[in-house]
């Protein structure tokens, strides 16, 4: 389980392997770049962080990683918090929060939560996804268009009120950059599938720029040259009152990046035949983001669309993605000056086209025409993360999620007297029904259907309305319980101390093992007594029966 996929590869480890792992990781290096670059930018950074977070964390995730093929680095998903965290804490305040992520990574992959991450609502995924899209396609306007205007505003509607005011000041040859490039991009693949249009519309734009001097601006011209090497490490001063402000941002970044890592490997897995070791993989995201700040990088975590890069060009195992960082290294080392050519309205119309492929338009459709709660879940998350903010978004679609996912619960589990049931109309009748026996007078038997958790507690409460015509004996069936919470437990001893006052004797019967271990362990079997657990009904109806003609009643 925490054995790096890495290690698994070198046993049967070929030549022949290599040299595609070799030529896949190259061109993946060489995709990534642009990538790297953009996403840095756009989340309010300088363009050699998104370098150095592809060569440090993408070296790591691949090194120590649970998934073959995984190409990890900064990616879309991260572009929202990050400016908020920067806005908010500053670059000190994004290296700490980046570290306390990779903390919270790495518990979560030693405490296995690598297979609870898919019970995620999907409405959500989708809905904080399309909502990133968007904030990522608004955030690329200025440059699309070559406004000039300052510093672009992080609220929606201000961000909106300042595009509609600086629209006048567009620049043509900037957005024939963009608008050319952005076509490139998306009508490229029909020519070639190998070679990415990202690729050739980077190439073909900077040239044009530069060999028709276009005034237009370019990373250098706004940023500066990109550093030719990688920084020294830098460890921030921790305290813990800094630690208690960027918890939740920290969290979020943790959560995004395992949502987002394990998104990747599925896919992977399915595109490759192969099975990833999700909580391996948590743990080398965890590691990746402990490292990326230090060297100066922001938060990473596995890139989908660069994972499905590497594999349709033959990548198979860890070396691939191990071999894009250190190609991104020798491109940073050697031509890292000329990169700062690249025109800014290229970046701009490559994160457009990364901004189309997120939104997750199908998926959006889909779910509209699906129940009216997940329709709830997905427009409220999608609205907060454009409107709001996307920490406050996960966390409200979480909790909305939960509570109608509780109400669910409680509308499919029951509570009922089945002493008088009325026969079943199918061909094949329960021959556990209860039917099927004769009930005695002063007994009753109740049945809970479903998890007995403390969405049903007002339910049961009301069904088992204990009054003058009290019964004897009551008998709880508990055959169709397959689970048991705290608040379902506190209702048993509710149940009981009324019993015990008004002179009832509470019978429990098939009880299941989880319901019945909880019992056990806070105490409550003992203090109900062996004596009144039956491993089936008529155990229970014929204890009952006794108890009933003991006290002179007619049975």
Known sequence: MFVPKFFTTLKDYSTQQFYKDLTAGTIVGIVALPL????????GVSPEKGLYTAIVAGFIISFLGGSRVQIGGPTGAFVVIVYGIIEKYGIDGLMIATIMAGGILIIMGFAKFGGLIKYIPYPIITGFTSGIAVIIFLSQIKDFFGLEMGSVPSEFFEKILAYSGHIHTLNPWAFLIA???????????????????????LVLSTAAVQFFSLPVETIHSRFGEIPDSLPVPVFPHLSWEVIRNLIIPATTIALLAAIESLLSAVVADGMI??????????????VANLFSPVFGGIPATGAIARTATNVKNGGRTPVSGMTHALVLLVIMLVAGKWAGLIPMATLAAILVFVAWNMSERDAFRSILKGPRADIIVLLTTFFLTVLIDLTVAIEVGMILAAFIFMKRMADVSNVKIISKEIEDSEDVPDANSVTTREIPKGVEVFEISGPFFFGIVDKFHDTLNIGKNSPKVLILRMRSVPYMDAGGLHALEELKDRCEKTGIRLVISEIHTQPLFTATRTGFYDRLGEDYFFGNLDEAIEFGRKQVSGSGSRS
Do not use: D
Request: proline share 4%; net charge positive; aromatic share 6%.
């Open 273 to 286: 035949g192969g099975r990833h070791r999700s909580n391996m993989e948590l743990v080398a995201q965890g």
């Open 36 to 43: 790297a670059i953009a996403f840095a930018i756009a989340s």
């Open 179 to 201: 608008a050319g490039s952005l076509a490139i991009i998306v009508f490229w693949p029909k020519v070639n599938q190998k070679i990415p249009g990202s690729l050739i519309a």
